[in-house]
């Protein structure tokens, strides 16, 4: 049955102003059969990843950038962890119940390269192992919920630290998009692992089962700490972003103590890290597909 309209439903006024949208691919070009819109309304500009998905930032000039390939089981910066296959349509299905999907820049992941992980340190030169770490990123993901453990459990989609492990502790810092299916989102903060201080909840609705959805989180830098964004495309049309979560990390937000080195446990994260992870956790079939990670403007 088709959905109702608002929810997790269509926006015909949105869908007018869709309309009117001049596309601009990431080669600067036109596709051949965009038209400058006219009547009432103006053009809009729009940038576009190689899916069609609408970017909310444009990438950075020489940036890092990730996008699922057509085999991702080729991929060397691609690392699911757990078996996935090809659906039918062309998306991807994973059959697992703890889900930790890996991007790594283009310089790979190895902690022999990271030389210190003294937090001052980290944030006086802005990365952890190498300077392209992923830092200022927009990271997306379509996803489909096809099967539900737990509806109080979430997708995350987390950058700014490397591997996070019992063993690697000071590796394992990051800020975490949390989507929960039960209709809440947050950024969670991880200054180490394992310790998360978690922002307040915003209420969205309830993820619904079988049909795809679009989630987008945005970290990036600002003069006086990081600015932490969720978005969502509630009806998978690649274009209609709505915002759901706008925070800023200004240096008050953290634990008191911390076992690795540094001045404070509140600093923000202001530094990169090698690796991306698209998570999520008691949703044992789920098919995803136009995954990416870019580098962006701050």
Same mark, same amino acid.
């Given at each position: 049955?088709? /959905?109702?309209?608002?929810?997790?439903?269509?926006?015909?006024?949105?869908?007018?102003?869709?309309?009117?949208?001049?596309?601009?691919?990431?080669?600067?070009?036109?596709?051949?059969? *965009?038209? $400058?819109?006219?009547?009432?309304?103006?053009?809009?500009?729009?940038?576009?990843?190689?899916?069609?998905?609408?970017?909310?930032?444009?990438?950075?000039?020489?940036?890092?950038?990730?996008?699922?390939?057509?085999?991702?089981?080729?991929? *060397?910066?691609?690392?699911?962890? !757990?078996?996935?296959?090809?659906?039918?349509?062309?998306?991807?299905?994973?059959?697992?119940?703890?889900?930790?999907?890996?991007?790594?820049?283009?310089?790979?992941?190895?902690? /022999?390269?990271?030389?210190?992980?003294?937090?001052?340190?980290?944030?006086?030169?802005?990365?952890?192992?190498?300077?392209?770490?992923?830092?200022?990123? $927009?990271?997306?993901?379509?996803?489909?919920?096809?099967?539900?453990?737990?509806?109080?459990?979430?997708?995350?989609?987390?950058?700014?630290?490397?591997? !996070?492990?019992?063993? *690697?502790?000071?590796?394992?810092? *990051?800020?975490?998009?949390?989507? !929960?299916?039960?209709?809440?989102?947050?950024?969670?903060? $991880?200054?180490?692992?394992? /310790?998360?201080?978690?922002?307040?909840?915003?209420?969205?609705?309830?993820?619904?089962?079988?049909?795809?959805?679009?989630?987008?989180? #945005?970290?990036?830098?600002? /003069?006086?700490?990081?600015?932490?964004?969720?978005?969502?495309?509630?009806?998978?049309?690649?274009?209609?972003?709505?915002?759901?979560?706008?925070?800023?990390?200004?240096? !008050?937000?953290?634990?008191?103590?911390?076992?690795?080195?540094?001045?404070?446990?509140?600093?923000?994260?202001?530094?990169?890290?090698?690796?991306?992870?698209?998570?999520?956790?008691?949703?044992?079939?789920?098919?995803?597909?136009?995954?990416? #990670?870019? $580098?962006?403007?701050?």
């Amino acid at each position: 049955m088709e /959905r109702q309209k608002r929810g997790w439903g269509g926006r015909p006024h949105l869908r007018a102003w869709a309309a009117v949208f001049l596309v601009l691919g990431l080669t600067g070009a036109l596709p051949a059969r *965009a038209q $400058e819109a006219t009547g009432l309304l103006p053009p809009i500009l729009v940038l576009v990843d190689p899916f069609g998905v609408a970017m909310l930032h444009p990438t950075r000039l020489g940036g890092e950038t990730w996008f699922l390939p057509e085999d991702p089981l080729l991929d *060397a910066r691609f690392d699911p962890q !757990h078996p996935i296959s090809r659906n039918p349509d062309g998306s991807w299905k994973m059959r697992h119940n703890e889900v930790r999907m890996s991007v790594f820049t283009s310089t790979g992941y190895s902690p /022999r390269r990271i030389a210190s992980y003294d937090r001052d340190v980290l944030a006086r030169q802005g990365y952890m192992q190498s300077p392209n770490d992923w830092k200022n990123v $927009e990271m997306t993901g379509y996803v489909r919920l096809n099967r539900i453990q737990d509806p109080e459990d979430n997708f995350s989609w987390y950058a700014r630290g490397g591997q !996070h492990t019992g063993g *690697a502790e000071c590796e394992g810092s *990051a800020y975490k998009g949390d989507l !929960h299916y039960d209709g809440r989102a947050r950024w969670q903060k $991880e200054m180490w692992h394992v /310790r998360y201080t978690q922002a307040p909840y915003s209420q969205v609705p309830r993820l619904p089962v079988g049909e795809w959805i679009g989630f987008k989180a #945005v970290m990036r830098n600002t /003069r006086d700490g990081v600015r932490l964004q969720l978005w969502l495309d509630e009806d998978a049309d690649k274009l209609t972003w709505r915002k759901v979560v706008d925070i800023y990390d200004t240096g !008050h937000w953290g634990e008191d103590t911390m076992p690795c080195p540094g001045t404070s446990a509140k600093i923000p994260i202001t530094w990169g890290g090698p690796i991306a992870v698209f998570r999520w956790d008691n949703a044992p079939d789920v098919d995803f597909k136009w995954l990416s #990670v870019r $580098e962006i403007w701050p």
